[in-house]
C-alpha cells in the first residue's frame, strides 16, 4: 500500500522524510541488535564479541570489506526485479527465475557469437542475458494484462519452471560433455570474461549495478515516465482516467525489473563461472526481494540495504568459525531487522515533525 | 617463510594414475623426530555437516584429523559452489591463518585453481580427482573409488534379494554416479546373472520429497534393495525400511537407521588426508592426485545389518580382499553396456587404479535400466 | 522374480494416487490457514517460514518427548506463534502485511535451521498412518493407501471451513473483515482482533502442515526438507479463489503432478526428468491462464487485501 502522494514527488533535495527513513532505520537496526544479542546471550554466547566479530567481518579489514561488496554486487541487480514493478503496484517475486534465464542466455549468447572481437561480444552477451530476463518477466507482465492473471503466482511459478529448463538443458541439449565436474553448459570465450575492478579483488558487476541504480533512481524520479509509474502505483483508477498507457506501463515495468535480474544472472556466467550451471540457481533472486522491501522499492536505498546484507552474510563465516554459531544464525539477524525495521514504519510520520502531515 | 618442501609428487610421468602407498609408511624417521608445528586446518562444507550423509563424511573425517598433534580445526556450514566460496577460502587465510584448507564439496574445484596460486604456503585439498599437471602444486585432489564398496553392496543385495530387482538412486548425471551404479550392478551380477537394476535420477543432491518418492516408486515396481547416492541418503534408508525393503548405505554408517532392512553400505575414509596435512607440516612430499579403493584404505564398508547371514557376509568380505589384494578387478572383460554394445572383449581386464577409464565411463553395464545421458 | 510385483505404467497411475495423498497434505493444510487468513483480509507470506518452523518444532519435540501427537500440537502452537508476531506487527498502522510475511519467511526459516541443528541426525518415531489398502494382497497397493490421519482432517477441514464461511456468523465476519474495513467497523467489530486470530489459525495449520511433513512423509528434519512448499500453497490459494474446496482439488492436483517425475523413471523413461518434475508447476500456470479473465482479474478476492488492490 502506498502513500497516493509520494514523498519523492512533494519535496526534492534533502527532506524530512527522508532523515526521518534514516533515523527510523537507525532505531530499528539497532533494535533488531539487541534483540539478536538477548537471543546469542541465552544461547551462552558473548554477544559483544560476536558484534565485534560481525563488524570486522563485514567492514573491518580491506578483505572484509570487499566480501561484503561481491555479497551485495548481484544484489544491487536482483532487487529491481521486485522494486521496479512495485512502484507501479505489482508484486513480483521471480528474481530467481529471471536470473536463471539472464545466465542461460548469456552463455547461449557467449557461445554463439564466439567469433566476435572481446568487448564487442561481452556487451552482446550480457546484453541477451539482460533481455532473456526482460522477456521472462515481461512474459508474467503480458499474463497480468491481457489475461488477469496474478502476478506474484506467475513470476512464483516461472522460478521453478525456469530452474527445471535450466537443468534440463545443461544436462543434456546444451551441455559440455568434456567437464566432468558438473552438468554445464558449453563455455563462452575466455575473451569474452571480465574481470575485477583494478586494485580490488571484486569484478565489474558491482560498478554496473551501482550504475544502473542510480540511473534509475534519476529516471523514477525526474521523468514523466517515474512520474507515471507512480501515480499508477497509487491509484490505478487515477492512473486509467488520466489516460495513462497502462499496459505498457505494466509490460515496460516488468520486462525491466526482469532485465535487471537478467543482467545479474548474465554477469555471474560473465564474471565468475563463463558457463550456464546450477550455480545460478543460489537465492540470489530470493535475496533481492528482501533488499528491495527493506529499501521501500527506493534505489538509492537498495545500495545501503545491499551493502548492509552484504555485509552480514560476509561475516556468517567467521560468526560459524569463532563461535561455532551456525550459518542460520544470520538469516536470523536479517530475518530480526527486516520485522524491526517494519514495524519502525508505524512511526513514520509521527517522529519528527512535518510541515505537511498527511 | 621459507620453507623445504620437496614438491616431488609421486606421480607416474605423463598420466594420472594413482600412487599407491601411505605417505606416512613413506616418512623417513628424522621427519616423525621434528615436533609438528601447529598447523590451522579449515574444512568447508556446502551443505550442514551432521547430514548422515556427504558432509558429515567429512566433518567425521575432521574429526579425526583435528586429533592429529598441532592442528586446530576451523570449519564452516552451508559455502555455496559460486565465487563465495573464493572468499571463504580466502577468510579462512587471512583472518585465522589457515594453512590447509579442505573445500569438500565436488563443485568447489575451478576456485580452489583460481585461489591456490595466489597462496604457495597453503595446501589446499580436494575432495576430487581431477587434478593434472597444469594444475597448481599446492592442491591435491583425493577421493576413494567408490565403485568398489558398491561392488560390495551389489554382492549383499543380489544375494538377498528375492525379486532380483534392485534399484539405484542417483542425484546428479555426473561420472562417479554412473561408476558407483556400475559396481552396484557388477557386484549383484557376479552373485546373480539375471539381477536387475533400475536407475532413477532425481536431479538434485539433497531433495527429501523426491528421493522419498522415488524409493516409493522402486518398491512398487518390484524392488526389493536400494542404495541412494544423494547427499543425505538418510531419508531414501528410512522409506526403504518402511517398506519394508532392503537399503544399502552410502557415505557414512547409516545401519542404525534400518535395523531390519540394511545390508551394508560403502562408506568414504577421508581421514587418510591426515597424512597429507602431516606431511605440509614437516615439509615431506605428497602425492598430487590420491586415488585409492580398499587396496590404498580410500574407501569402506559398513558394519553388516542384523539380518546378513554369514555367507553372504563371507562373500561379501572375499571379494573385499580381492581387492585388498588387487586379485579382483572390477571392470574385466567380457563385458557389455545396456544398449548392447561391446565395452570390454573377454581377456581384457581394467587396473582398478585406471582414472582415466573411470572418468570416460558414459554407459550403464547391462542390467541397468536407465540412461547416463553422457555422450 | 515374481510377476504380479510388475505394475509398468499401472505403477505410475498408482505413484499418482498415492503421491495426490501423500504429498497433498502440507500444501492441503497451509492453503486452508492461509484462505482463512486471506479471508479475513491479510495476505501472510511468511507461511513458508511457519512450515519449516512447524516441521523443526514437531521433529525435535517428538525426539525429546517420543510422541509423535505431542509433536504435532507443538508444531501447531510454535505456528501460531509465529502467527501472532504477524498480525501484532501488521496490526500497528501504515504496516504493508506483504513485507512482514516476507520478513517471517525469512525469520522462520532462519530460526528453525538454527534451533534444529542438533536434530538434524537423531530418528524419532514417526505420525501413525491408517492402513487403508489392507484389502489388497498387492504391498504396493497397500503402501499407497496408507492415508495419515492428517490427509482426512484436511478433507474434512476443507469441508467445515467452506460451508462455515457461508453459513455461519463467524464465517460472516471473517469475510466482512476482509471485504471491508469500514463496514465492519460500522457494526462494532474489532479488525485487528478478527485478523490476529484469523491468522494465528492460519500459523496453527501451517505448523502442522510442517510437523507433517518432518512426522510422516517423508518423515525426517534435515535443512533441505522444504523447497519453497509454503510458498507454492499461498499461491494456491489465489489459484482456488479463496475457496476451502478448491484448495483441497489444487493440492490433490499439485500433489499428484509432483509423483509424475521419480515414477516414470522407474518404469525406464529416463530422458527429460527434469521436465517431468516441473509438471506441476507448469499445469498449475496453465490452469491459472486458462481459468483467469481480464475482467475478474481477481473475483473472490477479499477487497481488503492489500495485493488485490
Given at each position: 500500500m502506498r502513500e497516493p502522494y509520494p514523498a519523492s514527488q512533494q519535496d526534492p533535495g534533502f527532506s524530512i522524510e527522508a532523515l526521518e527513513s534514516l533515523l527510523l532505520a537507525l532505531l530499528a537496526i539497532t533494535a533488531a541488535a539487541l534483540l539478536f544479542g538477548a537471543f546469542l546471550a541465552l544461547q551462552g554466547h558473548d554477544a559483544l564479541a560476536v558484534y565485534r566479530t560481525l563488524y570486522l567481518g563485514a567492514f573491518g579489514t580491506r578483505f572484509s570489506l570487499e566480501s561484503t561488496l561481491t555479497q551485495a554486487a548481484p544484489l544491487l541487480l536482483t532487487a529491481l526485479c521486485t522494486l521496479i514493478p512495485a512502484r507501479i503496484g505489482l508484486l513480483v517475486i521471480g528474481a530467481e527465475g529471471a536470473v536463471v534465464m539472464g545466465g542461460l542466455g548469456a552463455a547461449l549468447a557467449g557461445v554463439a557469437l564466439s567469433d566476435a572481437p572481446g568487448a564487442i561480444g561481452t556487451v552482446l552477451t550480457i546484453a541477451t542475458g539482460a533481455l532473456a530476463g526482460g522477456l521472462w518477466i515481461g512474459a508474467a507482465g503480458a499474463l497480468k494484462h491481457f489475461?488477469?492473471?496474478?502476478e506474484t503466482i506467475s513470476t512464483l511459478l516461472l522460478n521453478y519452471i525456469a530452474i527445471a529448463l535450466l537443468n534440463h538443458l545443461v544436462s543434456g541439449p546444451i551441455r559440455d560433455f568434456s567437464q566432468t565436474l558438473k552438468a554445464q553448459s558449453w563455455s563462452i570465450p575466455k575473451s569474452f570474461m571480465i574481470g575485477n575492478i583494478p586494485g580490488y579483488s571484486v569484478h565489474w558487476g558491482l560498478l554496473i549495478g551501482l550504475v544502473v541504480c542510480a540511473v534509475l533512481h534519476l529516471v523514477l524520479r525526474h521523468t514523466t515516465l517515474g512520474f507515471a509509474m507512480d501515480i499508477l502505483g497509487g491509484n490505478r483508477r487515477a492512473a486509467q482516467m488520466t489516460g495513462l498507457p497502462i499496459g505498457r506501463l505494466v509490460l515496460f515495468a516488468c520486462f525491466l525489473g526482469g532485465a535487471a535480474a537478467g543482467l545479474a544472472g548474465a554477469i555471474e556466467v560473465v564474471a565468475v563461472h563463463g558457463a550456464a550451471s546450477e550455480s545460478l540457481v543460489v537465492g540470489l533472486g530470493y535475496a533481492g526481494i528482501l533488499v528491495a522491501f527493506l529499501a521501500r522499492q527506493n534505489p538509492l536505498a537498495v545500495v545501503v540495504v545491499a551493502l548492509v546484507l552484504g555485509g552480514i552474510s560476509a561475516s556468517g563465516g567467521l560468526l560459524q568459525r569463532r563461535f561455532d554459531i551456525p550459518h542460520a544464525a544470520t538469516t536470523v539477524l536479517q530475518g530480526l531487522i527486516f520485522l524491526s525495521v517494519l514495524a519502525s514504519g508505524t512511526f513514520r510520520g509521527r517522529l519528527l515533525p512535518r510541515r505537511n502531515a498527511p | 617463510m621459507t620453507k623445504l618442501i620437496?614438491?616431488?609428487?609421486?606421480?607416474?610421468?605423463g598420466t594420472n594414475t594413482v600412487v599407491a602407498g601411505t605417505i606416512l609408511s613413506g616418512l623417513p624417521l628424522r621427519a616423525l623426530a621434528q615436533t609438528p608445528k601447529p598447523i590451522t586446518v579449515g574444512f568447508i562444507y556446502a551443505a550442514t555437516r551432521n547430514d548422515f550423509g556427504w558432509n558429515q563424511a567429512h566433518a567425521v573425517a575432521a574429526k579425526r584429523i583435528a586429533q592429529l598433534p598441532g592442528v586446530k580445526l576451523i570449519e564452516q556450514e552451508r559455502v555455496p559452489e559460486t565465487v563465495e566460496v573464493e572468499r571463504v577460502m580466502e577468510s579462512m587465510i587471512q583472518?585465522?591463518?589457515?594453512?590447509v584448507v579442505f573445500p569438500t564439496s565436488f563443485g568447489f574445484w575451478p576456485f580452489i585453481q583460481k585461489i591456490a596460486p595466489k597462496y604457495p604456503e597453503v595446501l589446499f585439498v580436494h575432495a576430487g580427482g581431477l587434478w593434472k599437471d597444469t594444475d597448481p602444486k599446492n592442491t591435491i585432489g583425493y577421493r576413494g573409488y567408490m565403485e568398489e564398496p558398491h561392488y560390495l553392496c551389489g554382492i549383499a543385495a543380489g544375494m538377498m534379494s528375492k525379486t532380483g530387482k534392485l534399484g539405484f538412486i542417483g542425484s546428479k548425471p555426473l561420472y562417479f554416479i554412473f561408476n558407483n551404479c556400475n559396481g552396484f550392478v557388477l557386484g549383484a551380477r557376479s552373485v546373480r546373472p539375471d539381477a536387475t537394476c533400475q536407475v532413477v535420477i532425481t536431479g538434485d543432491w539433497d531433495n527429501p520429497v523426491k528421493e522419498a518418492e522415488t524409493v516409493n516408486s522402486l518398491v512398487d515396481q518390484g524392488v526389493d534393495v536400494i542404495v541412494a547416492n544423494v547427499d543425505s541418503p538418510k531419508v531414501a534408508v528410512e522409506t526403504a525400511e518402511r517398506r519394508g525393503i532392503m537399503s544399502c548405505g552410502y557415505h557414512t554408517d547409516l545401519s542404525t537407521l534400518a535395523p531390519k532392512g540394511f545390508l551394508t553400505g560403502a562408506e568414504w575414509n577421508w581421514a587418510k588426508a591426515g597424512d597429507f596435512v602431516q606431511a605440509w607440516q614437516t615439509g615431506a612430499s605428497y602425492p598430487n592426485l590420491f586415488r585409492g579403493g580398499f587396496k590404498q584404505n580410500m574407501v569402506a564398508i559398513s558394519p553388516f545389518g542384523k539380518n546378513v547371514p554369514k555367507n553372504v557376509q563371507d562373500s561379501v568380505l572375499q571379494a573385499r580382499q580381492g581387492f585388498v589384494d588387487d586379485t579382483l578387478k572390477l571392470y574385466k572383460g567380457p563385458l557389455k553396456d545396456n544398449k548392447g554394445n561391446q565395452v570390454l572383449s573377454a581377456g581384457q581386464e581394467i587396473s582398478n587404479t585406471d582414472n582415466p577409464f573411470k572418468l570416460s565411463v558414459k554407459w550403464l553395464v547391462e542390467g541397468a535400466i536407465g540412461s547416463t545421458g553422457l555422450q | 522374480m515374481t510377476g504380479t510385483f510388475d505394475l509398468g505404467w499401472w505403477g505410475v497411475l498408482l505413484a499418482v494416487v498415492a503421491g495426490a495423498i501423500r504429498v497433498s497434505t502440507p500444501y492441503l493444510l497451509v492453503s486452508l490457514g492461509e484462505t482463512l487468513t486471506e479471508k479475513s483480509g491479510r495476505v501472510n507470506l511468511g507461511l513458508e517460514g511457519t512450515l519449516v518452523f512447524g516441521a523443526m518444532s514437531a521433529f525435535a519435540t517428538c525426539y525429546l518427548t517420543g510422541s509423535p501427537w505431542l509433536g504435532m500440537l507443538a508444531a501447531g502452537v510454535a505456528g501460531s506463534a509465529l502467527g501472532l508476531l504477524h498480525a501484532a506487527i501488521c496490526n500497528l498502522p501504515r504496516v504493508n502485511d506483504v513485507a512482514v510475511g516476507i520478513a517471517l519467511f525469512i525469520f522462520g526459516i532462519g530460526l528453525a535451521f538454527f534451533l534444529g541443528k542438533p536434530f538434524i541426525e537423531p530418528r524419532a518415531p514417526m505420525l501413525p498412518g491408517l492402513p487403508l489398502g489392507n484389502w489388497s494382497s498387492n504391498p504396493a497397493v497397500r503402501s499407497a493407501f496408507e492415508v495419515s490421519p492428517m490427509f482426512f482432517f484436511g478433507i474434512v477441514l476443507a469441508i467445515v471451513l467452506e460451508w462455515s464461511l457461508k453459513h455461519t456468523r463467524w464465517g460472516l465476519i471473517l469475510r466482512i473483515a476482509g471485504e471491508s474495513a469500514d463496514a465492519a467497523r460500522a457494526i462494532g467489530l474489532r479488525i485487528n482482533r478478527i485478523r490476529t486470530l484469523a491468522t494465528m489459525a492460519g500459523g496453527f495449520l501451517s505448523g502442522l502442515g510442517g510437523g507433517f511433513l518432518s512426522l510422516y512423509y517423508p518423515g525426517n528434519w534435515n535443512e533441505g526438507l522444504s523447497s519453497g512448499q509454503g510458498l507454492m500453497a499461498i499461491a494456491l490459494v489465489i489459484f482456488a479463489r479463496w475457496s476451502p474446496m478448491r484448495c483441497f482439488y489444487a493440492s490433490l492436483l499439485f500433489g499428484g503432478t509432483a509423483a509424475i517425475g521419480p515414477a516414470v523413471q522407474t518404469i525406464g523413461i529416463t530422458e527429460g526428468y527434469y521436465l517431468f518434475y516441473a509438471a506441476p508447476y507448469v499445469l498449475t500456470l496453465g490452469l491459472l491462464i486458462y481459468s483467469s479473465s481480464p475482467t475478474r482479474t481477481l473475483a473472490g478476492a477479499p477487497a481488503e487485501l492489500s495485493i488485490s488492490r
Open positions: 489475461r488477469g492473471v496474478n | 620437496s614438491r616431488r609428487h609421486a606421480l607416474a610421468a583472518l585465522d591463518g589457515a594453512k | -
